[in-house]
């Protein structure tokens, strides 16, 4: 099978599943929602198509069959129910399972049997005797017609043929898809599923509504699998003055699917460049080769002001590459959480809980590095939301609350960061209960917590194995996660915050750079080494004399804190160390902490490397980065220390 085909088939489908995954996440919350209910057709079609086409007939199957029900439902025959949705998404999820095992194997495994049976039992007890005809059927060329207003007097006919080729259905549903992206794709000769499953000779026809109809065939020229292309223009009849819709007959069978363009892209893992940012980095390339070629000259000619200038210019167009790669970099936060409000749904229903999920800031833009790595700890921090946070029903309304409770998911950019937070209208956390737990555990000792702030009582959380429930459950489990949400955020070079009112609810707030591939640092010296700290955690530079002690511990005040020291040679084991002369104090938000070294070197904007192989994962440092005379050095991060 052509690796191009499958990588396009792939991307599509998992886009298309989280599609039809949301809609159907409207449907059931509005069943007469029409649009929710044609994008569910227009995807469900798709995903039909496409497995059949690519070959694969046991998901091509129960897109099938749950199309059917939908049509049932659509018809009015049958009502939307939980029980029918949650079978629905029960198929839905089998096709997923069956898309991961063609990314990992190049087919799947799945028996969709028994879900197939179950969905044709639901179509088989239809609330009325009317019934549609199977949408698989052969249906009489007469009998379709289309609403006149919809066809805006520019329905044409197209008659394709494409190129003898090894997978003949791919091609035609490349050909249809670049027809939905310059037109509205009115009906096609033969069905779309049998031409998409290659149940055709060389040549198909579709009737299309397209106002520059020349336009569309050019692009169509372009596809190398095309052979040749006719069109017509298709002439409306008068409409019967006795019906009460105008319709116009049409020599081919017709439906009014006017589905959408499809994004065959996985946003993570590919980035779409504008075309004007392409040209702008080209630009800066022959701004790089003149410079460096006026800098070669200069040299040879020992030119001391004219080296001065170029490395100057040079520097300019460094930076200004810098931003423009950074921004081609940025992707939209919208792109990881396409699946949270399904994944809200089955975690409310199977604990019998009514919640309203709310997402805000999709169009946030984060470096795709970061945002790969934010799937996992944003979905457990849900799954905590909905399992501890929010209360059961009758709960919620003992406590003078509505029945139904509210999670929200919002992003906006402050700056050069970007703000995420998980808020709930929960229970909230109990700081009795957590103290109780932390000595107990042997986390804290009475006197620690006590000196503790409130927001600091709330960190304890994200201790390895910490939990304040007593109950242990299939959804987040005791305690286990939370302590890998906030090893993520770190090694993101990000923060997190808990707030909480008891009673009223939670909110967890994660600070993250919108880029950490680039990052200005004070470099440390201590010993022999050299480590880098991001300025930007950094609040002031004094000396040892600032230090005191208290219960034999080095610590430093400021203001009404107590900031811990941590020697940073006893840290990482650094020897020939000096006394640690110089102390760095951390932002506060940071962590409350002060470091000592020996000397401060410099301060410098570097490329950050993240740790790899048997360092991953290392306490106390973030990632590598290589200084000027190729010399490796660690940066620390404050946060884990």
């Given at each position: 099978?052509?690796?191009?085909?499958?990588?396009?088939?792939?991307?599509?489908?998992?886009?298309?599943?989280?599609?039809?995954?949301?809609?159907?996440?409207?449907?059931?919350?509005?069943?007469?929602?029409?649009?929710?209910?044609?994008?569910?057709?227009?995807?469900?079609?798709?995903?039909?198509?496409?497995?059949?086409?690519?070959?694969?007939?046991?998901?091509?199957?129960?897109?099938?069959?749950?199309?059917?029900?939908?049509?049932?439902?659509?018809?009015?025959?049958?009502?939307?129910?939980?029980?029918?949705?949650?079978?629905?998404?029960?198929?839905?999820?089998?096709?997923?399972?069956?898309?991961?095992?063609?990314?990992?194997?190049?087919?799947?495994?799945?028996?969709?049997?028994?879900?197939?049976?179950?969905?044709?039992?639901?179509?088989?007890?239809?609330?009325?005797?009317?019934?549609?005809?199977?949408?698989?059927?052969?249906?009489?060329?007469?009998?379709?017609?289309?609403?006149?207003?919809?066809?805006?007097?520019?329905?044409?006919?197209?008659?394709?043929?494409?190129?003898?080729?090894?997978?003949?259905?791919?091609?035609?549903?490349?050909?249809?898809?670049?027809?939905?992206?310059?037109?509205?794709?009115?009906?096609?000769?033969?069905?779309?599923?049998?031409?998409?499953?290659?149940?055709?000779?060389?040549?198909?026809?579709?009737?299309?509504?397209?106002?520059?109809?020349?336009?569309?065939?050019?692009?169509?020229?372009?596809?190398?699998?095309?052979?040749?292309?006719?069109?017509?223009?298709?002439?409306?009849?008068?409409?019967?003055?006795?019906?009460?819709?105008?319709?116009?007959?049409?020599?081919?069978?017709?439906?009014?699917?006017?589905?959408?363009?499809?994004?065959?892209?996985?946003?993570?893992?590919?980035?779409?460049?504008?075309?004007?940012?392409?040209?702008?980095?080209?630009?800066?390339?022959?701004?790089?080769?003149?410079?460096?070629?006026?800098?070669?000259?200069?040299?040879?000619?020992?030119?001391?002001?004219?080296?001065?200038?170029?490395?100057?210019?040079?520097?300019?167009?460094?930076?200004?590459?810098?931003?423009?790669?950074?921004?081609?970099?940025?992707?939209?936060?919208?792109?990881?959480?396409?699946?949270?409000?399904?994944?809200?749904?089955?975690?409310?229903?199977?604990?019998?809980?009514?919640?309203?999920?709310?997402?805000?800031?999709?169009?946030?833009?984060?470096?795709?590095?970061?945002?790969?790595?934010?799937?996992?700890?944003?979905?457990?921090?849900?799954?905590?939301?909905?399992?501890?946070?929010?209360?059961?029903?009758?709960?919620?309304?003992?406590?003078?609350?509505?029945?139904?409770?509210?999670?929200?998911?919002?992003?906006?950019?402050?700056?050069?960061?970007?703000?995420?937070?998980?808020?709930?209208?929960?229970?909230?956390?109990?700081?009795?209960?957590?103290k109780e737990t932390a000595i107990e555990q042997g986390v804290r000792t009475a006197d620690e917590l006590e000196r503790m702030s409130e927001s600091e009582l709330y960190d304890l959380v994200f201790h390895p194995g910490f939990s304040t429930s007593d109950e242990v459950t299939d959804v987040s489990g005791r305690g286990v996660g939370m302590d890998v949400v906030y090893q993520t955020i770190s090694k993101l070079d990000g923060s997190i915050n808990v707030e909480s009112e008891l009673g009223k609810g939670t909110t967890v707030t994660l600070e993250l750079p919108v880029t950490?591939?680039?990052?200005?640092?004070?470099?440390?010296?201590?010993?022999?080494?050299?480590?880098?700290?991001?300025?930007?955690?950094?609040?002031?530079?004094?000396?040892?004399?600032?230090?005191?002690?208290?219960?034999?511990?080095?610590?430093?005040?400021?203001?009404?804190?107590?900031?811990?020291?941590?020697?940073?040679?006893?840290?990482?084991?650094?020897?020939?160390?000096?006394?640690?002369?110089?102390?760095?104090?951390?932002?506060?938000?940071?962590?409350?902490?002060?470091?000592?070294?020996?000397?401060?070197?410099?301060?410098?904007?570097?490329?950050?490397?993240?740790?790899?192989?048997?360092?991953?994962?290392?306490?106390?440092?973030?990632?590598?980065?290589?200084?000027?005379?190729?010399?490796?050095?660690?940066?620390?991060?404050?946060?884990?220390?």
């Amino acid at each position: 099978m052509n690796d191009e085909y499958l990588d396009a088939f792939l991307q599509e489908a998992d886009e298309q599943i989280t599609q039809l995954n949301n809609s159907l996440l409207a449907l059931e919350s509005d069943p007469d929602d029409e649009s929710a209910m044609e994008e569910i057709f227009r995807t469900a079609h798709t995903l039909k198509g496409n497995f059949a086409a690519m070959g694969f007939d046991a998901a091509s199957d129960l897109a099938h069959a749950i199309e059917d029900l939908l049509d049932e439902i659509r018809a009015g025959n049958i009502a939307v129910t939980s029980e029918r949705m949650d079978l629905i998404f029960a198929g839905v999820d089998q096709i997923e399972t069956a898309v991961d095992q063609i990314g990992d194997t190049g087919e799947t495994q799945i028996d969709p049997n028994s879900l197939i049976n179950d969905l044709r039992t639901e179509i088989d007890q239809s609330d009325t005797e009317q019934k549609k005809p199977d949408s698989s059927s052969a249906s009489s060329l007469s009998a379709y017609t289309i609403d006149a207003n919809q066809v805006d007097h520019h329905a044409h006919e197209l008659t394709i043929t494409l190129d003898p080729g090894e997978i003949k259905g791919v091609d035609a549903m490349l050909v249809l898809e670049t027809i939905e992206e310059e037109s509205i794709l009115l009906d096609t000769d033969p069905r779309r599923d049998a031409i998409e499953d290659g149940e055709f000779e060389d040549t198909f026809a579709a009737v299309v509504d397209v106002s520059a109809p020349d336009d569309l065939v050019d692009e169509l020229e372009s596809n190398s699998s095309v052979d040749n292309i006719d069109i017509n223009k298709l002439d409306q009849q008068d409409p019967d003055p006795d019906s009460s819709e105008s319709t116009t007959n049409l020599d081919q069978s017709m439906t009014t699917d006017r589905s959408e363009p499809s994004a065959a892209v996985s946003e993570i893992e590919s980035v779409r460049v504008d075309v004007d940012q392409l040209d702008h980095l080209y630009r800066l390339v022959e701004q790089f080769v003149t410079g460096h070629v006026r800098l070669e000259r200069a040299v040879e000619n020992k030119d001391i002001a004219s080296i001065e200038e170029n490395v100057e210019e040079l520097g300019k167009t460094t930076e200004t590459l810098q931003d423009t790669v950074i921004d081609m970099r940025l992707v939209p936060f919208d792109t990881v959480v396409g699946k949270f409000p399904r994944l809200v749904r089955d975690l409310a229903r199977d604990q019998n809980k009514e919640i309203q999920f709310t997402i805000s800031g999709r169009d946030v833009e984060i470096d795709r590095s970061i945002l790969s790595e934010l799937g996992d700890p944003l979905t457990h921090l849900l799954r905590n939301a909905v399992d501890h946070g929010i209360e059961p029903p009758e709960e919620r309304k003992d406590a003078g609350k509505p029945p139904e409770g509210n999670v929200e998911l919002r992003a906006r950019r402050e700056r050069d960061h970007v703000i995420i937070e998980i808020d709930d209208d929960g229970a909230g956390l109990d700081v009795e209960d957590i103290k109780e737990t932390a000595i107990e555990q042997g986390v804290r000792t009475a006197d620690e917590l006590e000196r503790m702030s409130e927001s600091e009582l709330y960190d304890l959380v994200f201790h390895p194995g910490f939990s304040t429930s007593d109950e242990v459950t299939d959804v987040s489990g005791r305690g286990v996660g939370m302590d890998v949400v906030y090893q993520t955020i770190s090694k993101l070079d990000g923060s997190i915050n808990v707030e909480s009112e008891l009673g009223k609810g939670t909110t967890v707030t994660l600070e993250l750079p919108v880029t950490m591939a680039i990052v200005e640092v004070l470099i440390l010296q201590v010993g022999d080494e050299e480590y880098g700290i991001p300025i930007k955690h950094v609040d002031e530079i004094t000396t040892r004399d600032s230090l005191s002690t208290l219960d034999n511990n080095l610590i430093m005040e400021y203001e009404d804190d107590i900031y811990r020291v941590i020697e940073l040679s006893d840290n990482f084991d650094v020897p020939n160390a000096g006394a640690g002369e110089k102390v760095i104090r951390v932002d506060r938000d940071e962590r409350r902490v002060a470091l000592t070294c020996d000397d401060v070197r410099a301060q410098q904007t570097v490329v950050v490397k993240p740790l790899e192989g048997l360092l991953s994962g290392t306490p106390g440092l973030s990632g590598t980065a290589i200084l000027g005379d190729g010399e490796i050095m660690y940066l620390i991060d404050a946060g884990t220390l």
